[in-house]
């Protein structure tokens, strides 16, 4: 069997959903696992996520994509003061999911947080990133290391482009033309009022919005086949997410 890869999208703290997820999967030895970050911050399970994660980690080839929540968890993790701005969008549900955990099992979550990627590029010179980056030159260039956490005019610009436009036109955006596709998450679909991938452009968007009312996903970098969890609020029917 061929090699698979599949793209992830952001998780939220939602270990049940994820968990539901690998299962359809069918996992092969040889199969490679991108996540887009955002692992935490939203549902109760966040550090128990962390755990998974670093577990996969130990039977497939995986590559962690770091996202903005993830650096306010890594910082969080680091200096034991807590971003208040963090809190407010589920900081709080993830520093609960830590209330039983050690200082050594902490610094082992660290220590996952700092390896993670700002973005990773494969060999068919296709981009994985959590959100995006401004530089015309591609992320290699990028000024602003908080572009890949935090951006979104990437995304903006690829859903705004006429569909009628070709590559070759003048007008075709030239940070679209640095990659033969780029994978993201950070902007979920259901703000669109999509709750599937959406590709706009060479841009795969993979954020169904697992952190609301939506469901975690994962795609297929090659045949574009996609596989979708239940609305994740329906495993935590008690919680609310990072729905307020």
């Known amino acids: 069997m061929k090699r698979r890869t599949f793209f992830i999208g952001d998780i939220h703290g939602a270990l049940k959903a994820l ?50 929540h993830d650096i306010w968890c890594e910082e969080w993790l680091k200096r034991k003061t807590a971003d208040e701005t963090w809190l407010f969008h589920g900081g709080m549900a993830t ?10 099992h902490k610094i082992l979550h660290l220590a996952f947080f700092e390896r993670m990627h700002n ?42 482009v006429d569909k009628g436009i070709s590559k070759r036109s003048p007008f075709y955006p030239k940070r679209l033309l640095l990659f033969e596709e780029i994978f993201i998450g950070h902007t979920p679909t259901v703000n669109y009022g999509k709750t599937t991938p ?16 939506g469901s975690l996903t994962s795609i297929n970098i090659d045949t574009k086949e996609f596989w979708q ?14 729905n307020k």
């Open 198 to 213: 959406m590709q706009a452009c060479n841009v795969w968007n993979i954020d169904t919005g697992a952190a609301f009312y």
């Open 19 to 68: 968990k539901q997820l690998i299962s359809k999967l069918d996992l092969q030895p040889d199969d490679k696992l991108i996540f887009a970050g955002d692992y935490v911050d939203g549902w109760s399970e966040s550090a128990q996520v962390i755990d998974y994660l670093i577990e996969l980690a130990e039977t497939y080839s995986c590559i962690f994509l770091k996202g903005n």
């Open 119 to 160: 973005y990773y590029i494969d060999d068919n010179n296709r981009l994985f990133i959590h959100a995006g980056f401004t530089s015309m030159h591609g992320p290699t260039n990028e000024r602003y290391d908080k572009s890949f956490s935090w951006d979104r005019t990437l995304w903006e610009m690829a859903i705004a």
């Open 229 to 242: 969890t239940d609305m994740v609020q329906e495993y935590y029917p008690e919680e609310k997410g990072r």
């Open 95 to 104: 520093v609960e999911s830590y209330a039983s955990y050690k200082r050594k």
